[in-house]
């Protein structure tokens, strides 16, 4: 299959390539990393597991002298850290492994990009979606990835490896932004 498939006219571009695991939970991961709901969970999980290492480590040093007292804050800041620095790893695995349980039967999955003159159609899993490229409000290359947003509540990722080269890429990200006048 061809990466990209000009259509007949200049203006128009179909994109194809089969989607692997990691190309699925891409958009998943990268917007629930951006969103108010991990901005908040990623303090308070830290913050609990740390007072209750805390409290743990008290039921089992509470005979020792007092002149540790110090230990405590210590401990806390260990497990505060240890689980701070790995939340995004811990986050990032746990959407995956539920993509993978959900929907990895049918993965690789064919993917269609449709850029019309003032659309962008997905076809991904079998289900359409339509965006409007007036209303695409960043396009960036992130790990690896086109990113596309549209607003705060659609992200759409492509691997850069789905393009037969920079040219072709160049072409279909001016196609995204000849209607957007925000970018």
Known sequence: MEPIQPIENPSRMRLEYAATLDDVAAP?????LRGKSYASQRFKEPLIMGLAGVGA????????PVHLWWSYFVFFALIFCAKFFDMKRTVSQRIRNYIKREKGHLLPTPVTYDITDTHLFCNFFGVDTVYQLDSITEIKEEAERLEIWVGD????TIPLR???????????????????LSL
């Open 28 to 32: 998943t991961i990268r917007f629930y």
């Open 153 to 156: 509540t659609s992200l759409s």
């Open 57 to 64: 480590y008290y039921l089992i040093t509470s005979s020792r």
């Open 162 to 180: 789905a393009f037969h080269d920079d040219a072709q890429k160049a072409q279909f990200v001016s196609l995204l932004k000849r209607q957007t």
